[in-house]
Structures are given as structure tokens and as C-alpha cells.
């Protein structure tokens, strides 16, 4: 985030009209560290949707402040620790590994991994920037009835719980980033590859197991004066097959709003505002739960801390969200700590040219 590289620096706070663009200017190089939290929402994944298994790359709320923010060329390091709690709504079934299932509670603990690369390459004026995110965890999920588990020749009609540590499917992402003056605006794109250690049958998963890609847009508008944040994105889903279970997913769109207000050079507070609308019905010779159209929409908030350690910025955000309408999907709370911080090859800031001295008499 912009203003908190700075303030992590110690380079930015609050100040009047006449010194902030002088500030700006000496400080643009180095303001990129803290910004990774708000990319962070381009590479989870996690238990977003009505499609196979109820998840998919979109999470609510991770493309929050400063959604629209590239920063400059360099390396940088970013984690989220995802949890997320929820429950699939009265009789409503849900197709997990394979298994039909009924009465399904969730509880996952994911970690996202993600080095990012902003490249020196600019692409009509922008700079282009590369990421892959690697995720690994180990989600529980109890069902009250597997109802039929047609591929496994299987039929139940009993409890079953399951939990294994696994890995996920790696996300890689490219995205594009532009500047002028308070505005901040990047395009991008992501692709989920079904490489992570899948298996059929089991509830447990965090790889997902099909192709998913998503092309998304966001801005952001950021007053440097007043410590203000106003971000948006919006973005287009697209699911492919999971060709294990012949399950194909339907493609949705969603869109996130954040608005956030730094009350100190540290410590920033904000509100956060994020919808999933599937627009295609799930399908394929392996689905056995119907068309399954999900909807969902959520709200929460957000709350960020910026410190140093030696002469590294680091930057600390909590995300809270509540899933307060959904219709074909699980309804539940998603929580996200994420932690940023720059790896190098920043380029640093120019000392300022000598004026010359003059004398009046």
C-alpha cells in the first residue's frame, strides 16, 4: 500500500497540500513494500462459491485497499493465513471429491505463499509485474450424510469427518499497474493450475483440481493529504473441468469495496464490502446436484499495522468478513493475516540536487 511503504519508511504522514508532492516525489521508489496485502485476494483460493466443492480462486475481500496499486520494479514476499468456518444451509446438498454430501460444516486453515515479481518492463506506460502463490493447509469438513458417491460405487448414510494436510493448486498471476496523480488503476489476470495433491473421494481438499482463470480490473483513489483510501475491483471467473469427477463449473462474476482511513502513520482502519454472482450453471456428466447457481455477498472490515524490523519495512493487515446473504452455498465467517514485506531490487531514491546559494543585499 502506498501510504503505508511510507509510513513504514518513515517517510509519509499527513501533511499540507504545498509539501505533498514534494514528499511524494522523494519517497516514490521505495512506497511498494506494504502494498502486497492488497494483492493478496488475486491468488487465494478458497470456500467462495457454489461450483464443485463450494470454492474457487475468488475469495470476498482480498482485493481490498489499494486493489489498484502496482509499486515499483522489485521483489517482495507475501503470506496469508486463511481461515474460514462455514455450514451449507438446511437439506441443501453439495458435490465434494466425487461425494454428494448434506449438512456439510467446514473448517479450513489454508496458508498462501507468494513471491511476487515487479518486472522494470513497462507496457503502455504500466508496470508488469508476475506472482505464483502456493497454498497448503489442511481443511476439516464434516458431513451428516454422504448421500451417494456414484464414481466410488458407494452409498452412505451416515456421519463421516475428514482432515488431511495437503497441498493446493498454484496460482500464477500476471497483472499490469498505471499512475496519475491520485489514481492508481491495474488489469491482470490469474490461472490456477490443477497440479496440487487432489483426491477423489476424500472431503478434505485444498486443490481444487480444475483449470480456473480469472481476469479482473481495480482502482483506487488515495488522498495522501488526508490518509484516505477508496478502492474497487471488479472481475470475471472462468472454471473449467475436473476431470476426476467430470464435474464442470460454472463461471461468475464478483466485485470488491473497500474504503480505509489511516488514523496514524502505523495503523490504518477500514470497512470492506465484497459479491459473487454465478452467470453459468454447473454442469458435466459427473454433477449430481443440479444446475447449483451460487450467490453470495459479504461484509466486514479490515485493520493494518506498518512497522520496521532493522531497515525493512514490514507491513500487517487482519481481515474479517461475514457471508450475510448466500443462495447454493455454504454461509460462514472468512478471516485472513497476511504479512508483506520487500525481498530487494528496489531502486532508491536519488539525493536531492544542491541549490545554489544565493545572497541578497
Excluded: C
Excluded at 516525489?25 to 463450494?54: C, D, I, K, N
Excluded at 468456518?85 to 479450513?108: C, F, M, T, W
Amino acid at each position: 500500500m502506498i501510504e503505508e511503504a511510507l509510513m513504514a519508511r518513515g517517510e509519509y504522514e499527513p501533511a499540507p497540500v504545498t509539501t505533498v508532492s514534494r514528499r511524494w516525489r522523494a519517497a516514490s521508489v521505495g512506497m511498494a513494500a506494504l502494498f502486497l496485502q492488497a494483492l493478496s485476494g488475486g491468488f487465494a483460493t478458497g470456500p467462495a462459491h457454489a461450483t464443485e466443492g463450494g470454492a474457487g480462486l475468488y475469495v470476498p475481500g482480498l482485493r481490498g485497499p489499494l486493489a489498484g496499486v502496482v509499486p515499483p520494479p522489485g521483489f517482495y514476499f507475501n503470506n496469508d493465513a486463511y481461515y474460514y468456518y462455514g455450514e451449507l444451509p438446511g437439506a441443501r446438498r453439495l458435490q465434494i471429491g466425487g461425494a454428494v454430501v448434506s449438512n456439510v460444516k467446514q473448517r479450513a486453515y489454508v496458508d498462501f505463499v507468494t513471491p511476487i515479481w515487479v518486472t522494470p518492463l513497462e507496457i503502455l506506460g504500466g508496470n508488469l509485474a508476475f506472482s505464483v502463490s502456493l497454498p497448503f493447509g489442511a481443511p476439516y469438513v464434516s458431513a451428516g450424510a454422504v448421500i451417494v458417491a456414484p464414481r466410488l460405487g458407494r452409498a452412505f448414510a451416515f456421519k463421516q469427518r475428514d482432515q488431511d494436510f495437503n497441498f493446493g493448486d498454484p496460482v500464477v498471476s500476471s497483472f499490469i499497474g498505471w499512475h496519475s496523480g491520485n489514481f492508481h488503476w491495474s488489469a491482470g489476470v490469474s490461472v490456477s493450475i490443477p497440479a496440487g495433491g487432489y483426491e477423489e473421494g476424500e472431503l478434505s481438499n485444498v486443490a481444487l483440481n480444475r483449470p480456473i482463470g480469472d481476469i479482473y480490473g481495480a482502482l483506487t483513489w488515495l488522498d495522501p493529504v488526508l490518509g484516505l483510501d477508496v478502492s474497487g475491483a471488479i472481475g470475471f471467473e472462468i472454471n473449467g473441468e475436473n476431470l476426476d469427477t467430470d464435474y464442470d463449473s460454472g463461471n461468475a462474476l464478483h466485485a470488491d469495496l473497500a474504503i480505509s482511513k489511516n488514523l496514524t502513520k502505523e495503523l490504518s482502519i477500514g470497512v470492506l464490502a465484497a459479491h459473487y454472482q454465478q452467470v453459468t450453471n454447473d454442469g458435466g456428466e459427473g454433477n449430481r446436484v443440479g444446475p447449483n447457481k451460487g450467490r453470495v455477498t459479504a461484509l466486514g472490515g479490515t485493520v493494518a499495522y506498518n512497522f520496521t524490523v532493522g531497515q525493512t519495512p514490514v507491513s500487517t493487515r487482519i481481515r474479517v468478513l461475514r457471508e450475510v446473504e448466500t443462495e447454493n452455498r455454504f454461509r460462514g465467517t472468512i478471516g485472513v493475516f497476511t504479512v508483506s514485506l520487500p525481498l530487494g531490487g528496489q531502486a532508491h531514491a536519488a539525493p536531492a540536487e544542491p541549490q545554489p546559494i544565493r545572497v541578497r543585499y
